[in-house]
């Protein structure tokens, strides 16, 4: 059976090295793989933007990531690439001309011409919920098999009932040591699919435009007024200076760089002064500071309010620290006041 058309596929547990690891997604990210679509790059993509919302069963020794976040993802990182910038997804068979994710993104634009305009964080959560709801009804058909078979069930094991896909522990650890390699390596060969089917018009910049897939949210007001506010965070996380409530003084950090997380949560935010933001700019804070908001974390996290039951319901200490250790070896340098 084809690997797309399965419908399950049993994890494979045998210990697999490093060097087999690099064959697998090396082959599956060459000419070599079967690709008519882009969809594998897609939820590649979309596997290791979710790393951090991985759930480990202790009981069975594996990651656990559901379908939802990993669809949501796979939505946000094509919202650009189709709606803005109008990037072909597919080869055409002479049948048909376009990938149903293409499909489904031009659909709900045309159905309210408001979507062409906004960012994804900018859409109604109703219409997100049916977006998601969509990509992963039709994509995960489509594509987990696929991939599942291409790596030959040592990545992940998946049932389309279920909820998700069981990730093996040494494939969860080489997808983190080497996530920045990995993430440049399937731009660029998502990049190349795309000049192969895409006119040139399209095509400047590309590389860029796989970058800015998943867009950084500016607007972080809203943790600044949770910590601030509703758990007293009113001086600088780094050197301690007393921060003024003005909308200026006050910096929203990511704690491990967004460049390598590539999401938003109350977890890994701190309220830094501009001085000590701009210093830090994409470094990772020294083992001190990693001690420091483990700990605020574990206070944050026994509150009830809703940004912390959904921001912390993934949430892991030890987590944490493989994201301050890969973050490092995938080459972010130490920041030091």
């Known amino acids: 059976m084809p690997g797309w058309n399965l419908k399950s596929g049993k994890l494979n547990t045998m210990s697999v090295s490093e060097d087999e690891y690099w064959s697998l997604f090396n082959f599956v990210f060459s000419d070599s793989c079967m690709k008519r679509n882009t969809y594998k790059y897609g939820l590649i993509k979309s596997i290791m933007d979710n790393l951090f919302n991985s759930v480990y069963d202790e009981t069975d020794g594996i990651y656990r990531l559901s379908y939802d976040d990993i669809f949501e993802k796979f939505t946000v990182n094509y919202w650009n690439l189709v709606l803005k910038y109008h990037l072909k997804q597919m080869r ?3 049948r048909t001309e376009i990938s149903k994710i293409e499909s489904i993104l031009i659909s709900a634009a045309e159905e309210n011409n ?10 109604s959560k109703k219409d997100k919920i049916k977006l998601i709801k969509q990509v992963s009804a039709s994509c995960r058909r489509n594509v987990v098999g696929a991939l599942y078979n291409d790596m030959e069930g040592k990545l992940y094991g998946f049932d389309l009932k279920a909820e998700g896909i069981i990730v093996a522990i040494q494939a969860y650890e080489f997808m983190l040591k080497y996530k920045a390699e990995l993430e440049k390596i399937n731009y660029y ?5 795309m000049e192969k089917i895409n006119d040139d018009d399209v095509l400047v910049r590309v590389l860029d435009k796989l970058e800015l897939s998943t867009p950084k949210r500016e607007d972080l007001s809203i943790y600044r007024d949770v910590l601030y ?3 007293e ?3 600088c996380f780094y050197c301690g200076k007393k921060l003024k409530f003005d909308g200026r003084g006050i910096h929203v950090d990511h704690f491990i ?3 390598f997380v590539k999401d938003d949560k109350l977890w890994n935010f701190v309220l830094s002064c501009p001085a000590c933001n701009e210093k830090k700019n994409n470094k990772i804070p020294t083992e001190m500071f990693l001690e ?8 944050i996290r026994n509150n009830k309010i809703l940004i912390v039951d959904v921001d912390f319901k993934n949430y892991d200490s ?11 070896l995938s080459g972010l340098k130490q920041f030091t006041l």
Not at 189 to 193: E, G, P, S, T, V
Not at 319 to 325: D, E, V, Y
């Open 257 to 259: 760089p967004w460049s």
């Open 92 to 94: 055409s068979d002479g």
């Open 233 to 235: 965070e009113c001086n």
């Open 318 to 328: 030890l987590q944490l620290k493989r994201l301050w250790k890969y973050a490092q």
């Open 229 to 231: 506010c509703e758990f």
């Open 189 to 193: 060969a998502w990049a190349k699919f």
């Open 114 to 123: 408001l979507l062409n305009t906004l960012d994804y964080e900018s859409v």
């Open 292 to 299: 420091m908001i483990i700990k605020r974390n574990e206070k």
